[in-house]
């Protein structure tokens, strides 16, 4: 069964502080992937990764960074996190067919 | 680029009545096409794919989609729902030479008992 994990689940964070939302996945899978979801917008592809060491741009890239220093581990960080940001973020392995984790709801005051 | 439409943002019906939710798509190209599920607090979950071949896919929980390529569209359907299909569906599409998974806005289906 295909696993991603999503670290924290929950997490309320203050305007200008630094953020880092963490992504597991089990599965092996080449390309890594960071969506966030907001009503009216369904899912939009922040960064994605191809490999340990790559990343690239989304559609909505601005006030993101990632990293990606593994095949397992995939990381979407916020240096100056805003309120704009506030959103359920979801990470997600694969190709073509995506494995999602659970998501973390993410709040910025 | 690829895109994905879902024209509806919520459908309601009654348990055991039919359900089509729609969703077309734009990309010049071989498109794969995808239906997912997300359950409350939950992420999202694939019930069926399109790659190539017969137009219309089986999957999960008697779930069924159709692709009509002269109408860039890829409705899915079920015959009979039940009050545990209340979710929201995702239409999603991507190309055969990129990576990225584009994804519609979403439709949230509530079935009255």
């Known amino acids: 069964e295909a696993a991603v994990t999503q670290s924290p689940r929950n997490k309320v964070a203050v305007t200008g502080g630094k953020v880092t939302l963490s992504c597991n996945q089990t599965?092996?899978?080449?390309?890594m992937y960071w969506y966030r979801q907001d009503t009216g917008h369904g899912l939009r592809l922040i960064h994605y990764s191809y490999g340990a060491g790559s990343t690239e741009k989304g559609d909505i890239p601005d006030g993101y960074k990632a990293s990606r220093p593994s095949q397992e581990n995939f990381s979407l960080i916020l240096e100056l996190a805003t309120p704009s940001q506030t959103s359920v973020y979801f990470c997600?392995?694969?190709?073509?067919?995506?494995?999602f984790g659970a998501g973390t709801r993410l709040s910025v005051l | 680029a690829q895109s994905v439409t879902q024209p509806d943002a919520r459908v309601t019906v009654s348990e055991g009545a039919s359900l089509q939710l729609r969703c077309k798509y734009s990309?010049?190209?071989?498109?794969?096409l995808f239906w997912y599920v997300q359950y409350p607090r939950q992420g999202l979950q694939l019930l069926l794919k399109y790659y190539s071949g017969d137009p219309v896919v089986q999957g999960v929980n008697g779930f069924e989609a159709e692709f009509i390529k002269s109408n860039s569209s890829f409705h899915l359907r079920k015959a009979s729902v039940h009050w545990s299909d209340s979710a929201v569906y995702f239409c999603a599409v991507s190309a055969a030479n990129t990576n990225k998974v584009v994804f519609g806005t979403g439709t949230r289906l509530q079935v009255l008992p």
């Open positions: 599965n092996n899978h080449n390309n």
């Open positions: 990309y010049s190209g071989t498109p794969y």
């Open positions: 997600a392995s694969g190709k073509n067919t995506l494995y």
